[in-house]
């Protein structure tokens, strides 16, 4: 079974910082996808960025970036110039697709963002 | 917003009774998975419909059962309702076909609580 932690139950930054969120992971799959999703208090989680297992160059979205080291089982994101709209619950999630992606999305206990004035 | 809807918005129900909720998939897409979100928690899957059957299912019991229909809108049921069932309950379409990425789109969720 995969598992994926969040060791940071919420975090605190001013705006126009930079932020960087941690998750780790655990698997015995070599096909997967990570993700980063963004759930603000009106509750609809929000797809932020992807990564690819297969793929080595980080994937960048604007002022969000991934640090996927994956020997590491690793997958941190980095927010940078952050905004008052960024105030949210992040969670990290994982999927295996050896299963055709019938096994669903498995998420970590989430990060609350607070990004103060 | 994705094009995503789930109802009710909110219910309460009492413990022992039977519930549904309804999900409406993104035009296009054919595959619909539920998750449970419990208070302070990342959500959790319960399972997933493509082609009207189940796909794959999580670690719930059985009391927690769904439906497809043909036009790829979603219930799911659950019975004998227990305190510990409160919870959001998301619903994510996705397109199921070639290839190996199919991103989930969520609705704004459905928060039912048990009394």
């Known amino acids: 079974a995969q598992t994926v932690t969040q060791s940071q139950p919420e975090m605190s930054v001013q705006e126009a910082e930079t932020v960087t969120l941690s998750c780790t992971y655990d698997t015995s799959e070599n096909n997967y996808y990570l993700f980063w999703y963004k759930q603000p208090p009106s509750r609809q989680m929000i797809l932020v960025i992807r990564?690819?297992?297969?793929?080595?160059q980080n994937a960048t979205e604007n002022r969000f970036s991934v640090n996927f080291q994956k020997a590491a089982k690793s997958f941190s994101l980095k927010i940078s110039d952050s905004q008052l709209g960024d105030t949210a619950m992040y969670f990290c999630?994982?999927?295996?697709?050896?299963?055709?992606?019938?096994?669903?999305?498995?998420f970590g206990k989430g990060t609350h963002l607070i990004i103060q004035p | 917003e994705t094009g995503v809807t789930q109802s009710p918005t909110h219910l309460i129900k009492t413990r022992g009774q039977q519930v549904t909720l309804r999900c409406s998939s993104q035009?296009?897409?054919?595959?619909v998975s539920w998750y449970q979100q419990a208070l302070g928690q990342g959500p959790q899957f319960i399972f997933q419909?493509?082609?009207?059957?189940?796909?794959g299912r999580g670690n719930f019991p059985p009391r927690f059962s769904g439906l497809q229909f043909p036009n790829y809108s979603s219930e799911l049921n659950v019975n004998a309702l227990e305190l510990d069932d409160s919870a959001l309950y998301l619903c994510a379409s996705s397109y199921t076909g070639t290839g190996g990425f199919n991103e989930q789109y969520f609705g704004p969720g459905t928060r039912l609580t048990v009394t």
């Open positions: 999630a994982f999927i295996s697709y050896s299963g055709g992606g019938a096994d669903g999305l498995t």
């Open positions: 035009s296009g897409h054919n595959t």
């Open positions: 419909y493509y082609r009207e059957e189940e796909n």
């Open positions: 990564q690819e297992a297969y793929k080595q």
